[in-house]
Structures are given as structure tokens and as C-alpha cells.
């Protein structure tokens, strides 16, 4: 009986994660190819931010109805590029959208899929702009907009949404296609960047996430979505060999497909990654 009794000492203070709660959150990098596509659960409510291209519209549709989604109480939109607002298309039609919402970036009217971007996200009167400074809540979790303070300038990647998931201690920092010049801005405004997770900035290309903001976010594990002989190279040697120095964990959904993060009410995590049929 003493051999037992200690024994459940010990399993109690060397595997303390057995008593965690199994509440929590899920944060989903969803394989959408050559894109971004990220779905955050909190209980009953759910956030897709970015919606991938226009190939993997159906597969992105199967696979929320998989995960039980519902209701889409927030789809936000970093910035108006193909790959990122193109799934929108198929998403609005199929699932309630409570608001939709982005960074106000000024549209090419003579581009036919910004023109019909406008027209279906943009004209209704649950839309609104997001800019820094502002918080979106979603149940215990809060997403502050650190990045763009406008979105007047053309330049579509500098003005991404990034985004820091707060959720107790934890942090999950997205940072769009933020690269160059608007990530030194964004590390010399002064936000604290500091997070747990990295959704590397440009699916992994050189022009983003250099050693400074690295050194500024320190996360433990980084997450790269990007398609398989991605059109623009990545993710890079570079910015692969930055996060291999650090000892970064990466995950990638070119070779490990859907990223699931499950994070529970003591900000203890794991990290699973599923094969779709």
C-alpha cells in the first residue's frame, strides 16, 4: 500500500499535466497550399483568420465542417493578396459570418478578384476596418492588432494585420506577410512581440523575419504555412537556418500538413499534426 500511495505522489509532481483541464483552446495552421489559413477555437466561438487560394476554397470548406464549425463569429483578412482573401469566396456563401473584417487597404477596382473581394467582404454591415490598437475578444481569448496603424500605402504586405493571441500567459503572435521595412517599423513602435508561437511572417521568404525580430518575438516553436515548389522560394535557407541557431521548433504544412495547437486552461500546449484524406 506505501509503494502505491507513493507512487501516486510521484506521478502528481513529475506528471502534473495529468490533472490539467481539458478546457482550452485550438489553434489550427490549416494546409491551404500556398497561403494562410488559421482557425482559432474558444469553446462555441470561432475565428478564421485568412482563407488560402482559390484551389483549396473547397478543401478549406471540408475541413471546418470536420472540426465542427458552425458559426464563424470572426473572419479577419490580413491583407488583400490572392492567397489569403481568395477562400473567402466559398466561406461566406457556406457558414453564418458574425463580422468580417480587415485592413481597410485601398483595392485595384481593375483587378477582377479585389473587385469581387469588394463587393462580397466589404459591402455588408458587418464589416469593419482593424487597425492597431485594436482587440477583438473571442470568448477567453483576446487578439490585439498590433500592426498597421493605416493601410495607406500600396505596398499590400507591409500593411499586414499581425495579430498576438493572448490567451492566459500564452501568446501566438501572426504576422501575415509583414517583411522589410514595415517589420523594422513594427519593432522600432514598440509593442511587446514576446510569444510561446511564431507563425513566421511571408510563408518563411527571405524578405521577413530577420534575426532582430527573432531576437524580439524568442518564440519556442515557429509555424511556416507555405505550398509545396512554393512560386517565391520558401521558405528560405536563410530564414530556416536563423530558426535552426536558435533551436526553434518548425513546423511547416508542406510536410507536415495541419498544425494543431491544443492549449488548455494552465497555458500547457501540445502540438499534433494531422493528414488529410
Not at 89 to 113: H, S, T, W, Y
Not at 162 to 185: H, P, Q, W
Request: hydrophobic share 40%.
Amino acid at each position: 500500500m506505501k509503494k502505491i500511495f507513493f507512487a501516486a505522489i510521484l506521478l502528481f509532481i513529475f506528471f502534473p499535466v495529468l490533472s490539467f483541464s481539458q478546457e482550452g483552446i485550438l489553434i489550427h495552421f490549416i494546409n491551404v497550399g500556398e497561403g494562410d489559413a488559421l482557425l482559432i477555437q474558444a469553446g462555441d466561438n470561432n475565428a478564421l483568420v485568412d482563407t488560402g487560394n482559390l484551389l483549396s476554397g473547397y478543401g478549406l470548406v471540408e475541413y471546418l465542417e470536420k472540426n465542427n464549425v458552425k458559426k464563424i463569429n470572426y473572419l479577419i483578412i490580413s491583407h488583400p493578396h490572392p492567397d489569403h482573401i481568395a477562400g473567402a469566396f466559398f466561406i461566406l456563401p457556406k457558414f453564418q459570418v458574425d463580422r468580417v473584417c480587415d485592413n481597410g487597404q485601398a483595392l485595384n477596382e481593375e483587378d477582377d478578384m479585389e473587385r469581387w473581394y469588394k463587393m462580397l467582404v466589404r459591402s455588408g454591415e458587418n464589416y469593419s476596418v482593424l487597425k492597431k490598437g485594436d482587440k477583438v475578444k473571442l470568448g477567453d481569448v483576446t487578439l490585439d492588432i498590433l500592426w498597421p496603424p493605416d493601410a495607406e500605402t500600396n505596398a499590400y504586405n507591409d500593411n499586414s494585420l499581425v495579430i498576438m493571441l493572448k490567451y492566459g500567459k500564452f501568446r501566438c503572435l501572426f504576422t501575415g506577410d509583414l517583411s522589410g521595412d514595415a517589420e523594422n517599423k513594427l519593432l522600432a513602435s514598440g509593442p511587446a512581440l514576446r510569444a510561446n508561437i511564431l507563425k513566421v511572417g511571408h510563408h518563411g521568404y527571405r524578405d521577413a523575419t530577420s534575426s532582430l525580430f527573432l531576437d524580439a518575438v524568442s518564440p519556442e516553436t515557429a509555424v511556416i504555412s507555405t505550398g509545396l515548389s512554393n512560386r517565391i522560394g520558401a521558405p528560405s535557407e536563410e530564414v530556416l537556418n536563423l530558426l535552426d541557431t536558435r533551436r526553434i521548433k518548425v513546423y511547416r504544412t508542406d510536410r507536415d500538413d495541419n498544425i494543431i495547437i491544443r492549449l488548455n486552461k494552465q497555458n500547457y500546449y501540445t502540438i499534433e499534426t494531422r493528414q488529410e484524406k
